[in-house]
């Protein structure tokens, strides 16, 4: 399936107000890459929004014109025009200065979000566990991610995969890690059922094949010592806006990707409450939930396992989690607890992350092969193409 357009928007300093007060917005420079995707960032001090994002907000019009470099940004009979690399604004005629001026990267146009809430009445919330804003008019709202200026080059591979050793509660771990570029405009994410159908299995180098994916990692939990042909998944699998398998309703770790691949960690009730939104295109549910905002938050109980397997044992383990400039961690390793594995994760550089199935179940693929090979077929998997 091919996904919608993302919309990102960049406030490093998300503790400094004051930044985000001086920053710039974003336009479409008409680019093959800006027709898929744009970016916003935070560049020396300044906060800056893809105009893009601002047509989803309601009563903006925004225009590009490749020949003059200018951007037009209409709203409530306010007409202001920008120029690229010029820090001079004309708004309905009368001109007013910038404190840095419109830029394009990438085949995206940058303006400043400093303008945009004093000048359309915009208002701005920040998300610092997600790495996101929320803008809002009108009573509508537009969640956008958040990253430094820099962050995306089309020169830089999107995905990297190395083995490593990390030190963790006094041991050693042996540990296969990629790690994905969510907001690079060649990456997708996918969630797939074995077979295209819950209760089905199949090999996850099939699943990634059939998916077309570059990497793929298994997924949530599922009956899989039934003598059953059906072996239902143990969580909820979500994909392209729609319910693959709706679960008991459980506290297990959801995680969540939108159309602006901003990728989310959340309880199982934080996620029904959240499917009426919209918003979410795909998900997961596992656990249990391993850092939070960069901690070790461990509370498998609270989740509601019993499986001595997760409480106390070690085995082999598959683990998700996401840094705090919008990277996609998968890691597997061998013989952790879960204590451990949430140790791995942070020294791995997460900001939040969470467990996957594991034991037989933990595998991980890449480029036509595997790195970690499962012990059994999977019912599941978490898949990342790259275009």
Do not use: C
């Amino acid at each position: 399936m091919s996904f919608r357009s993302r919309f990102a928007l960049n406030l490093a300093a998300v503790a400094a107000g004051a930044a985000l007060f001086s920053g710039l917005a974003a336009v479409d420079a008409g680019t093959a890459e800006a027709a898929e995707k744009t970016f916003a960032y935070t560049d020396k001090g300044s906060s800056f929004v893809p105009l893009r994002a601002l047509k989803q907000l309601p009563g903006f019009s925004v225009e590009w014109n490749s020949a003059s470099k200018q951007a037009v940004i209409t709203e409530g009979g306010v007409k202001a025009t920008l120029s690229i690399g010029q820090k001079t604004v004309s708004i309905s005629g009368k001109s007013r200065t910038l404190s840095q001026a419109p830029f394009t990267e990438n085949g995206t146009v940058f303006v400043p979000l400093r303008f945009i809430l004093d000048q359309f009445g915009v208002t701005v919330k920040w998300k610092p566990s997600a790495g996101a804003i929320v803008l809002e008019k009108a009573g509508e709202q537009l969640k956008v991610p958040e990253l430094p200026r820099g962050s995306i080059s089309l020169a830089r591979k999107p995905v990297s995969v190395v083995s490593k050793t990390i030190q963790t509660g006094g041991r050693s771990f042996s540990i296969q890690v990629a790690t994905v570029s969510l907001l690079d405009p060649r990456v997708d994410l996918e969630v797939a059922a074995a077979k295209d159908k819950a209760g089905r299995t199949e090999e996850l180098a099939s699943i990634a094949r059939r998916g077309g994916a570059l990497l793929a990692v298994n997924g949530t939990f599922f009956d899989a010592y039934t003598e059953s042909a059906t072996k239902n998944p143990y969580g909820y699998l979500f994909n392209g806006g729609k319910m693959l398998y709706k679960s008991s309703g459980d506290k297990k770790t959801v995680v969540t990707f939108d159309s602006n691949m901003l990728t989310e960690l959340m309880g199982g009730a934080s996620f029904e409450e959240r499917i009426p939104e919209g918003t979410i295109d795909g998900a997961l549910q596992a656990g249990p939930r391993l850092l939070v905002d960069g901690a070790v938050k461990l509370d498998p109980k609270g989740e509601g396992f019993r499986d001595p397997k997760i409480l106390t044992g070690g085995g082999a383990r598959s683990a998700l989690g996401v840094t705090r400039d919008h990277k996609l961690l998968i890691a597997t390793v061998g013989g952790a607890t879960i204590p451990q594995l949430a140790g791995i994760m942070k020294a791995a550089g997460a900001w939040q992350a969470m467990n996957l199935d594991g034991g037989a179940s933990s595998g991980l693929y890449y480029n036509g092969g595997y790195l970690t090979r499962p012990g059994r077929l999977l019912s599941n998997a978490l898949l990342v193409r790259v275009d």
